[in-house]
């Protein structure tokens, strides 16, 4: 991502020619000291308004209420409470969820098994409930304060009452609704979400594999270290199809043993994890103790984390939370979510000062979020929404959930438009798209022209309880109500882009020459409003955020 911090530096340049020998000056006033002028920096102009609906898509997942923002348009020093009060919101753990899918990569449509295998009809449901699984561990952390390492030593996980009714697990409260703490009952041990079907069922292995995948998917989910990108130096001498001879390549030949020193005794705590059938419930679903040292068997690698020798995987989980690299990399992975870019070397001094309060605050996400939230650069940064927060800020405009069959549209890709809208699928499509596409456009067309007609007819029908269209009513034309129309122009402004605009202005007279041209197309005032509103919601200033 361009910064949008431009600094520029200006300097004189030097006639490189000899002088010219020095002569009497001529008589007159005595000369003066030319001014000097002060270095002057850039100024970078922070909207109070602007960072108050970016905070807020990003902590809450919805845009500020009308009174939210009429308050930091009257006080701007109320901007700062108002963001920590976003903080403190119940969606934010959701909006946790969103934006770590495409970092962890868990959540997928479809599994090996699917929910008819445990008597369940609701596949697209179970379906997701298994890949949040390891992300809703994470979601719970943030929203409660809790320490970052509780994400890898924690004894309880997450679910909801599909996973409770699938899985060996026991709700700790069994009278929370929707995700609440658990634990699993088939006597695994515990260790945060290394010890999730969520977890393992995303991230397979088979025997040749010998959880090596997974062993990378820990390293570079906790711990920022992709193996995959490491250069190799590979010997073409190593006979590819004898088993044993690779093994053996893998411990002594030095170009293999560079990466597999380490990887493999990260891959030998997983074992109880592995299974032998991975479409049938009776194997996936349960932890198997008998299986934890089928090391032995296969790579003949003892467990052990970067040298130092552990036993089992809740060793795993208390080496991880004890290495620097997991306060480094949680770090490192809010402010990419949050800036929406990769890091890179530059910004090591920002990075090291907010790894130091997190650390200072206890580990809790919520103080590293504070951190990113308060910096020049999240505040100057136009961002682009993903598909969940594109649907959840219509809806909480609109009412509309677009949905079919039971699938989230724009959260799935069974059925659903999460890639074509830019999105990962968590499986094909591992990164979000970093520009606009054609098929985003339309996704984006579709979605907001059924939000506008939603609301549009709720608003018709509900004169008591409009959401959007406050300030008309649907037979008007403006030659009957041309103030009606004006004001009803600025409030959806103000509504949707946090922006006042004047009753003359050039955006308002545009506005309502669109508005004519829509009329005259559809021959109906609520039509015509419905399709002004889904222009509106694909304004750029309204996407980009």
Known sequence: MVSLLLWIACGGVVDPASPPEPTAPEPGPAPTAPPVDDPVEDAVTIDPIAVLIRASLD????????????????????????????????????????????????????????????????????????????????????????????????????????????????????????WAPAVYTDGRPTAGLLTTNGM????????????????????????????????????????????DAVNDALQTNPGCAACHSTLDPLA?????????????????????????????????????????????????????????????????????????????????????????SFLDNGLTLKSLYREVLASEEYRTTQKTPSPGLIASQLEDLTGFRFSYAGYDMMETDTYGLRVLAGGVDGVFVTAPADAPTPTAALVLERVTQAAAWHVMEHDRDNLDDKQIFTEIGFSAVPASDPDGFVRQIQALHFRLFG?????????????????????????????????????????????AY
């Not at 970052?148 to 009278?175: E, G, R």
């Open 59 to 178: 902590l809450r997942g919805v845009r500020p209420s009308l009174a939210d923002l009429e308050a930091v348009e009257a006080d701007p020093t109320q901007l700062d409470p108002m963001i920590e009060g976003y903080l403190a919101d119940p969606r934010f753990a959701d909006r946790v969820v969103d934006q770590f899918s495409g970092v962890w990569l868990t959540r997928r449509d479809t599994w090996d098994v699917a929910a008819s295998a445990y008597g369940l009809t609701d596949q697209p449901g179970f379906a997701d409930a298994v890949g949040q699984e390891p992300l809703r561990i994470l979601a719970r952390i943030a929203a409660e304060d809790l320490p970052y390492t509780d994400l890898v030593t924690a004894d309880w996980t997450m679910a909801d009452p599909v996973l409770l009714s699938a899985w060996p697990l026991a709700p700790l409260d069994d009278q929370a609704d929707g």
């Open 200 to 243: 393992w069922w995303r991230y397979m292995s088979d025997a040749n594999n010998a959880n090596r995948g997974r062993a990378n998917a820990v390293s570079k989910m906790l711990l920022c270290s992709d193996y995959l990108t490491r250069p190799i130096e590979f010997d073409r001498d190593v006979n590819l199809l004898d088993a």
């Open 268 to 356: 030998s705590h997983m074992w109880g994890f592995y299974y032998f059938y991975y479409f049938m419930a009776s194997d996936i679903t349960w932890y198997h103790p008998d299986r934890e040292r089928m090391w032995q068997d296969t790579t003949g690698v003892a467990p052990a984390y970067y040298g130092t020798p552990t036993e089992t995987i809740e060793d795993l989980g208390y080496a991880i939370a004890g290495d620097p690299r997991f306060v480094e990399c949680a770090t490192q992975r809010v402010a990419e979510v949050m800036l929406q870019r990769d890091t890179a070397l530059e910004d090591f001094a920002t990075l090291t000062d907010w790894r130091e």
């Open 499 to 543: 922006r006042r605009v004047a009753a003359d202005s050039e955006e308002v007279a545009e506005n309502l020459a669109l508005w004519e041209a829509l009329y005259d197309a559809e021959g109906e005032p609520g039509a015509a409003w419905a399709d002004l509103l889904s222009v509106l919601l694909r304004d750029p200033d309204f996407v």
